[in-house]
């Protein structure tokens, strides 16, 4: 059964540092990869997707992840943080957009 | 492109009432997905539909859940009655579905039931 696992609950990072925020997935084939946004009071937004070709996937706002299948991990980098990306961030795997399994996610803090 | 809608935002109601959320989903999209969000934990899927059919409902504990998508646009889904545990955010979210499963799905703002 495909499965998500986000080991870090909450990051504390300061203002213009880097940022990396950990996934690992289990699934029995190639999987469909994504990392959600959800701020707030708001629905989840998509930053971005990976499903075949380049490993490494470029995202809106600056992100980006890169997929490892030997490590099965799909860790989602920003190279520097901005006040705004302050908010709960979800990776969830799928198959072909259905059926998708969310981790429970990682809020990040930023610090001035 | 209007995005997603859902309402209520907020919902208040006691144990054993019933409650309904309406979404309407993007203009022509086929696929409508309706999620449960517990606080701290990451959405959990319900039910899917491919126009006004069922694709997926196997997480919709259908002795108390129900949902319905009448004419293949707005999707309504109840609780009757509401249990303590039924205390989350639901999410409504619509894709494309012409695609091959690639387009992305998007999320509406969510209704927070708060069942006392």
């Known amino acids: 059964a495909q499965s998500v696992t986000q080991p870090d609950i909450h990051i504390t990072v300061s203002e213009g540092a880097s940022l990396e925020l950990r996934c690992n997935y289990s699934y029995g084939a190639t999987p469909y990869l994504f990392w959600y946004v959800q701020s707030p009071g708001q629905g989840l937004q998509l930053l971005l997707k990976?499903?075949?070709?380049?490993?490494l996937v470029q995202g809106i706002k600056g992100f980006e992840a890169e997929f490892k299948r030997s490590q099965s991990s799909f860790n989602l980098r920003k190279p520097s943080v901005h006040w705004s990306d302050a908010a709960e961030y979800f990776c969830a795997v799928g198959a072909n957009n259905n059926d998708m399994r969310f981790g429970a996610g990682t809020r990040l803090t930023v610090k001035p | 492109e209007a995005g997603v809608a859902q309402s209520p935002r907020y919902k208040i109601i006691e144990k054993r009432q019933s409650v309904a959320f309406w979404c309407n989903p993007i203009s022509g999209h086929a696929t409508l997905y309706w999620y449960q969000q517990i606080l701290g934990q990451g959405p959990k899927l319900l039910i899917q539909?491919?126009?006004?059919?069922?694709?997926?409902d196997s997480q919709l504990p259908k002795d108390r859940f129900s949902a319905e998508r009448l004419k293949g646009v707005d999707s309504t889904l109840k609780i009757q009655p509401a249990k303590l545990e039924d205390s989350a955010v639901y999410l409504c979210a619509s894709r494309d579905g012409q695609r091959g499963g690639t387009d992305t799905q998007y999320f509406g703002p969510g209704t927070r039931l708060t069942v006392l």
């Open positions: 539909f491919q126009n006004n059919g069922v694709v997926d």
């Open positions: 990976y499903f075949s070709g380049d490993t």
